[in-house]
Every structure is written in structure tokens, then in C-alpha cells.
């Protein structure tokens, strides 16, 4: 009967943390989740959590300590993911890729009016239950993310965008050498970004829970009024390095429709709307028209990848330089990545 009880409870643990997440190891250290849920449902989950683990010690007489112990080692191991909560987290619509492409590989199938596992899904998920009597799936996500690569695939293959982040010269050697590193965890950088459009950036991406300055901010449009303003303010000793698409397929990525320093620009992980992002626009090379400057196109020049965190060199495709002497300088700071005369990425 013991058993039975706890069975059920880690049952319930399991539930809570397939819809959201990480939850349960962010209610016992205290940390914030990798993402945005309604803060009364967080504040429900982790309520319920906080009952059932005093429930667990209870029942079985060890001390909450080592039950919390026992608990947090467990869900550190393993996370289990429901379909929706991982199409949130790779922005690969739950709707219109996921399921599909997991009818397709024979891992669920839909006889009635909910998806059940086949023998093979079984192999990668489990049923758990939802608080209210519900069945739905749980999912291993690094075993999920092997049988998802296809669409990961199939989706940058049929991208033409490209990715640029732009940067003082002075930057290269580190950046070569570490990566890229987000806002909040820049050290000893050269940074050329204007200060009061940056503050401005300091605000959460509602999607992931995350600041925006806890991602690498690229351009898909590197010849836009930033590039223009601090070319003038460096006296040119600007780069733009290529980073190669298949970043974007990284967890927790996010796309701003517009410069996201401004409160009005669409900011989404979903990989659906990216492929509508106005492309035309975003590409454009001038957004002054009869003498006025057209803010809507203006701001969607500035279009962006938001990548979480970091970006490794081995994403690296090429520097870019205006002109010989920037690529003398950066060609004595590095040996690694190819380097290019590029002078119409430059104004």
C-alpha cells in the first residue's frame, strides 16, 4: 500500500513537471523557470509540489530534507516534457509540426479524439496524469529532439535568411576565441550599442520568461541605421560577423518583428510566424522615402535572432570588412574564420 502511494505521488511530480517544465526544480532551489506561465498557475503548481513532497516525507518518514534531496536529484536526471510545453521551447508549433510529424513517424496515432502512444512511442514517452483525471503524454526531450531533427531540417533548409552580428573590430580576438556571449554576460567587451536604446532592451521576453538581454541579439539585415550610427561613432573600425542559420534551431530562440528595443515589435520563439516575418521589408536598404524617414520600415530593418545566452565560434561563417585595413586588423587578431572584403554590407 506504501508503494502504491508513493507511485502516485511521484505520478502527480511527473505531471506537474511535463506541463511545466523545470518547475519542480525551480520550486525546491528557488529559481525563476526558463519560460512565462500565468504567475497564479506557477504559484498553484509549486503549492501543490510543496504538498505532495511533504506528503511523500510523511508517508514515509524520512525527513523533508532528504525527501527534497531524493526529489530534486530525481528531476535533474530526468525531465520529462509534454508536446505543447516542448513546441514552446524550440518555437516548433505543437499544432502544425509536432503532432503531424509524430503521427507520421508512427510514435502516436489519434483513434478517437486524443492521441495515444504506439509500441514504438512508448520507447520515448509515457502517460502521465494531470491533476484533474486526465491522461496526456510525456515525452524524453533528448530523445524527442533526435526524432524531431527532420523538421529542424526540413525548416532551415527551406530559410534563405542569413545572420549577422555587428561589432567593434577591437572585439574580434575574444570573440573568436569564447563566442559570442548575451548582454548580462559580456566581460571585458568593447560594446558599441547606443546606452538608451540598450536600457530600453532590459525587459523580459514574455514567451520564455528570459531579458532580452539574456540573448545574443542578430541582425538578419546587417545595413541598417545601427550599422550607420556607429560606423560614425567608431570611425568605422566595425565588423559584421556571419553566424551560420542553424543557431536558430537552439533552444529557447526568439524572433523580434522590428528592432526589439521598441515596446511595439512582435516578439515570438514560433517558427510558424518567422517564415510570414515581411522579408521585403526586413531587407531593405532604404527607409527614407521623398525626404521623410519611414519608421515602420526603419525599425523592421533592425528585424532580429535572439539566441539564448551564447553562440560557439563553430557557428561562425565569416568576418566581413569594408575595406584592406580593417582586414589586416582583424587578420593579425585571428587565424580561424574566413575573412572577407565586403564593402556592400557597408555603408
Not at 8 to 20: H, R
Not at 35 to 43: H, K, T
Not at 75 to 84: A, C, D, G, P, V
Amino acid at each position: 500500500m506504501l508503494k502504491l502511494r508513493v507511485n502516485k505521488i511521484l505520478d502527480n511530480l511527473d505531471a506537474i513537471n511535463a506541463n511545466y517544465p523545470g518547475i519542480i526544480v525551480s520550486c525546491i532551489l528557488g529559481a525563476k523557470l526558463d519560460y512565462s506561465i500565468l504567475a497564479i498557475r506557477e504559484s498553484q503548481a509549486k503549492d501543490k509540489i510543496n504538498s505532495l513532497l511533504g506528503t511523500l516525507s510523511s508517508i514515509t518518514s524520512i525527513t523533508p530534507d532528504k525527501v527534497t534531496e531524493k526529489i530534486l536529484q530525481r528531476y535533474k536526471q530526468r525531465e520529462l516534457i509534454s508536446t505543447s510545453a516542448y513546441g514552446r521551447i524550440t518555437g516548433l508549433d505543437a499544432k502544425h509540426y509536432l503532432f503531424p510529424h509524430l503521427l507520421n513517424a508512427g510514435l502516436i496515432n489519434k483513434p478517437y479524439k486524443h492521441y495515444q502512444l504506439t509500441k514504438e512511442g512508448l520507447r520515448i514517452g509515457v502517460y502521465l496524469t494531470s491533476e484533474d483525471g486526465g491522461k496526456f503524454i510525456g515525452w524524453q526531450k533528448d530523445k524527442l529532439d533526435a526524432v524531431v531533427a527532420p523538421i529542424k531540417e526540413h525548416f532551415i533548409s527551406n530559410m534563405k535568411l542569413k545572420l549577422f552580428h555587428i561589432t567593434h573590430v577591437s572585439n574580434i580576438a575574444s570573440i573568436v576565441d569564447k563566442g559570442l556571449y548575451c548582454h548580462n554576460k559580456m566581460v571585458k567587451y568593447n560594446d558599441i550599442s547606443n546606452k538608451s536604446v540598450n536600457a530600453r532592451r532590459n525587459r523580459e521576453v514574455t514567451s520564455h520568461n528570459h531579458n532580452i538581454h539574456d540573448h545574443v541579439p542578430l541582425f538578419f539585415n546587417p545595413k541598417n541605421p545601427m550599422l550607420y550610427q556607429v560606423m560614425k561613432e567608431s570611425n568605422e573600425k566595425v565588423v559584421i560577423i556571419e553566424i551560420s542559420k542553424n543557431i536558430i534551431l537552439k533552444d529557447y530562440t526568439v524572433f523580434s518583428k522590428g528592432n526589439a528595443a521598441r515596446r511595439d515589435s512582435e516578439l515570438t520563439p514560433s517558427k510558424l510566424k518567422l517564415i510570414n516575418f515581411p522579408w521585403d521589408k526586413i531587407y531593405s536598404q532604404n527607409w527614407i522615402e521623398d525626404g521623410i524617414v519611414n519608421t515602420s520600415i526603419k525599425s523592421l530593418t533592425m528585424s532580429e535572432c535572439l539566441i539564448f545566452k551564447h553562440i560557439d565560434s563553430e557557428f561562425f561563417e565569416a568576418i566581413h570588412c569594408k575595406n584592406q585595413l580593417m582586414y589586416e586588423l582583424v587578420s593579425n587578431e585571428q587565424s580561424n574564420i574566413p575573412i572577407k572584403i565586403t564593402p556592400e554590407l557597408f555603408f
